[in-house]
């Protein structure tokens, strides 16, 4: 019976075979041959191999010639040929031998050769001596770390701060504490180097969106939750941040703050605001943009900005819920390897709160001058003024490039030495050009500070206008 089946599976096969269409056996015959072929064939050829002899060799060695360790830079470049100072850089200012008015310290409040702070300055440097030679973590925190830390908590009206003893790093050591590869960080092209070089080491997802464009940065978060809702359980553990300036450092605008409030609890995102620009600034006591508009600050998840602005001090700080914030104590990068602040540097910082606790006047005589050089500057012949009439530091861009990025910067330099020259000290806003994601224009940079005058600064829009009408026409 067993042999009757077999003869009988023989035959169908030998039918189905007649009864195939002919396409059908060409194409498995073609198969069967590929299949026959791979079996025999070799996997990889043998290539003959010729030995070079010594001396093809050392000739070889002899003409190779590598590449650079680094890209040639030119004599003349800025970075090569900077401005030497001598002296305190506050109100007036010695540049390369030369007296002049200062428009480029970012001493706003002019506390950097302030009495009081030089005397507590002094004072701790007489207590703890020069550094700390260690990070907190590793008897680097003194209690005057913590004193600055509690002062700067209650003044932002905030459960908790930690400082940073560089004020670059601050905001760079913050994102990548929180946001990590596979998060997404939503983030405005005109923010700051440091803002960039932090979500760099984040490795998190970025989207940037338009500056200050409320709409583009909606449609980015609508399409990303369109994404969530295709993959609910990925979307589930994938963490949300908008990434912000106060006032922006390169273009000295203010951002949207009440819109991008709106903006976070409609799609649930979380906010990171740098304020080291806002910071002592905006606000009827200095607290920063959320009081300039009256903004309630747990509505901001993290706060930060440095100390080497308002408070003329060295360093940064982070501020916001304690949870938050004891996360950096353990994540903050330039909070655990770094070398804590400098006492007297932190005893500064105190005595600066101090000084803006003490006189809030300062912030509105602050917004008033800066108003004021603001309305003096509009007009002038061939540059157009950047930023908010009450930012401290504005930028004067080209109206019309000359065709390239280096003529423009060349052009600028000549305004800012002509100005120099009459005794005013600006200067060129600069970039790291290759790194930057959205490299902004070529411009120069305008800084006020309380202790200008109002002849002062009127002196200085009037040496600008000539200056441009001189060199740009």
């Known amino acids: 019976a067993a042999g009757v089946g077999q003869q009988w599976v023989l035959v169908e096969m030998v039918q189905a075979f007649y009864e195939a269409p002919a396409y059908h056996l060409i194409l498995e015959g073609i198969l069967i041959l590929w299949i026959i072929r791979l079996l025999f ?16 060799k050392e000739e070889l060695i002899e003409e190779w010639q590598p590449e650079p360790l680094v890209p040639p830079v030119p ?8 401005n030497i100072v001598s002296g305190p850089p506050t109100h007036i200012i010695t540049v390369n031998g030369k ?12 506390l950097l050769n302030n009495e009081k702070v030089k005397s507590a300055a002094q004072a701790s440097l007489k207590k703890y001596g020069v550094g700390t030679c260690g990070p907190r973590g590793f008897y680097g925190t003194f209690d005057v770390h913590l004193e600055l830390e509690e002062r700067l908590a209650k003044f932002m009206r905030t459960e908790e701060a930690i400082i940073y003893s560089y004020g670059f790093a601050t905001i760079a050591s913050a994102i990548p504490a929180y946001s990590k590869r596979g998060d997404i960080v939503f983030v405005d092209e005109a923010a700051c180097f440091a803002i960039q070089k932090g979500l760099q080491a984040s490795r998190s997802n970025i989207k940037l969106f338009k500056h200050n464009d409320m ?3 909606e449609r980015l978060l609508k399409e990303q939750e369109t994404e969530d809702q295709k993959n609910p359980r990925k979307a589930r553990v994938t963490r949300r941040f908008i990434v912000v300036e106060g006032l922006y450092m390169n273009t000295g605008d203010i951002c949207p703050l009440p819109e991008l409030i709106k903006l976070k609890y409609k799609y649930k995102v979380r906010i990171f605001l740098e304020e080291s620009l806002s910071f002592g600034v905006l606000g009827a006591h200095g607290r920063g943009i959320t009081e300039h508009f009256g903004i309630n600050i747990d509505d901001i998840d993290l706060i930060s900005a440095n100390m080497e602005n308002s408070l003329a001090s060295i360093g940064g700080f982070c501020c916001g819920r304690s949870f938050i914030i004891d996360h950096q104590r353990l994540s903050g990068q330039g ?20 000084i803006m606790e003490d006189n809030p006047d300062i912030f509105q005589t602050l917004r008033a001058k800066c108003e004021r050089i603001h309305k003096a500057l509009q007009g002038i012949s061939g540059l157009k003024v950047v930023g908010e009439s009450f930012s401290p530091a504005l930028h004067l861009q080209l109206k019309e490039s000359c065709g390239s990025r280096e003529n423009d910067v ?3 330099k000549r305004v800012v030495d002509h100005c120099m020259n009459s005794g005013i000290a600006l200067t060129q ?4 050009e290759k790194e930057e994601k959205c490299l902004p224009p070529p411009s120069i940079r305008v800084v006020i500070t309380v202790e200008q005058t109002e002849q002062e600064l009127d002196k200085a829009a009037s040496l600008l206008k000539e200056a441009a ?5």
């Open 41 to 56: 064939s070799k996997t990889y050829k043998l290539q003959e191999r010729s030995d070079l002899t010594l001396k093809e």
């Open 215 to 217: 709409a583009d940065l």
């Open 429 to 432: 806003a600069r970039y790291l």
């Open 75 to 82: 004599k003349d470049h800025p970075a090569l040929n900077y």
């Open 469 to 473: 009408q001189s060199v740009l026409n």
């Open 99 to 110: 007296e002049c008015i200062n428009f480029a310290s970012f001493n706003f409040l002019g």
């Open 410 to 412: 060349k052009l600028l």
């Open 335 to 354: 909070y655990c390897f770094s070398a804590s602040l400098p006492p007297l540097l932190a005893a500064a910082a105190i005595e600066a709160l101090n």
